[in-house]
């Protein structure tokens, strides 16, 4: 677990927000590979996927055949993204707070919270004409739930064992063990769907509500003004992994299918911008080391590959935020989503979890976030006429290193 949450050191704000992003990250970042395996489904099998829409359009044999294939896998679809993905997150949560123990009764919390709208007759407020589900097939994704209830019923079996440490009779000990669990579970389930479940679910609403806003007003390529600064200081895990991917998979399963809120964070499009813009008019002697790291970052889609570059003149994450945010309003304008997270962000992943109907959307939005940050990076170096920078390169993977709060290998090599 510590290769996805390293140790933040220091103290202070930026330590702390850095600590609660270390810790969301690790209840999302480990199970990446189940959202893309969900994004992948999706991408294959629904109806305007690329089974189907290979079938419509071309009239080789056997092509329709695969029709039915298509709608017997995408079964598997919803139970993902409502039971599977939100329990996985309530288990890596608990076991991040209390191990294994932690961990199962953090799924089992988990699901208490997740059934809350079906057992209460819930409706998501802020939303006209929604109903309450009648039955379990008509439950939405709900990633808070697992964000919420899997470390809070760790913490109370942790309370609990330590209380009980040293007190037991020999031979006791697994017993003991097992019905706390089971009992802890059971209690945090229930609290699941008679409290925090009815919270929850007015929590999720009102999220929900705020991101249709963003989107509908064409106000959200302005998240670019946070986003991006907020990268450089390697909170990107807090508000990429910990709000943006759990929130685009809220929206995709209850939209079209795709969010553009996998993309604010995750686009490439802005770091190449600044990376070429260094690369011709950066300083002569770091010019070598930018054609790696754009490949590093492009392809591999290791953003902190480029940290270290607006380290060295910081006025250049004001070309990351109009990178960012140019890429944004052209997602919102051109209808760009995709079907889930792209981790690690390269252009490779967008490819793969984008839909057929928003490939070109994805691509061009790109395209459009690398050439105005690679306009406006280029202006801020004065097209090569100043070599001014505020540190050198070492020293910017030195402060690189301290943002993340250990050293990046990637940056170092």
């Known amino acids: 677990m510590s290769a996805f949450t390293p140790t ?28 893309i395996a969900w994004g992948l489904i999706t991408a294959i099998t629904i109806p305007n996927g690329w089974i189907n829409l290979i079938a419509r359009g071309t009239g080789a044999i056997g092509a329709k055949d695969v029709v039915p294939f298509a709608a017997t896998v995408s079964t598997v679809v919803g139970p993902i993204i409502v039971f599977l993905l939100p329990i996985l997150i309530g288990y890596t949560g608990g076991r991040q707070v209390h191990g294994q123990r932690g961990a199962v009764v953090g799924a089992i919390a988990t699901m208490g919270a997740i059934v809350a709208p079906v057992a209460l007759g819930l409706v998501p407020p802020f939303t006209d004409g929604l109903t309450a589900p009648k039955d379990i097939t008509g439950l939405g994704p709900n990633f808070l739930a697992g964000l919420i209830m899997g470390p ?5 079996l942790k309370l609990w064992d330590r209380i009980v440490d040293g007190k037991l009779a020999s031979g006791f000990e697994m017993l003991v063990d097992n019905f706390s669990a089971g009992i802890i579970g059971g209690a945090m389930a229930i609290v699941g769907i008679y409290l925090l479940g009815p919270i929850i679910n007015f929590i999720n609403g009102g999220l929900g509500a705020i991101v249709n806003t963003l989107v509908e007003s064409r106000l959200l390529p302005l998240a670019s003004i946070i986003v991006e600064p907020a990268k450089v200081l390697f909170l990107n895990n807090a508000i990429g992994n910990g709000v943006l991917v ?13 969010s553009i809120l996998f993309m604010i964070e995750s686009n490439p499009g802005p770091g190449l911008g600044i990376l070429a813009a260094m690369l011709l008019f950066g300083p002569r002697a ?13 392809l591999g889609g290791i953003h902190e590959i480029y940290f270290p570059y607006v380290l060295m003149k910081p006025i250049l994450v004001i070309a990351a935020i109009i990178g960012g945010a140019a890429g944004v309003l052209s997602f919102v304008l051109f209808g760009g989503g995709l079907l889930a997270a792209a981790s690690p962000g390269s252009i490779i992943a967008y490819v793969l979890v984008s839909a057929p109907s928003t490939l070109l959307p994805n691509l061009l939005g790109v395209i459009i976030a690398a050439l105005f940050s690679f306009g406006a990076g280029s202006a801020l170096l004065g097209f090569g006429r100043s070599e001014k920078v505020a540190m050198d ?3 910017a993977n030195a402060r690189n290193a301290a943002n993340k709060g250990r050293k990046t290998a990637v940056a170092g090599a």
């Open 286 to 298: 770091v010019r070598p080391t930018v054609p790696s790291a754009m490949i590093v970052h492009f």
């Open 152 to 156: 809070l019923a760790a913490v109370v």
């Open 8 to 35: 933040v050191t220091g103290t202070g704000p930026r330590a702390a927000i850095q600590r609660f992003g270390a810790f969301l990250a690790g209840m999302i970042m480990p199970n990446l590979g189940a959202f």
């Open 393 to 395: 390169l070492d020293e």
């Open 246 to 258: 759990p929130l685009g998979v809220q929206q995709a399963g209850t939209g079209g299918g795709t």
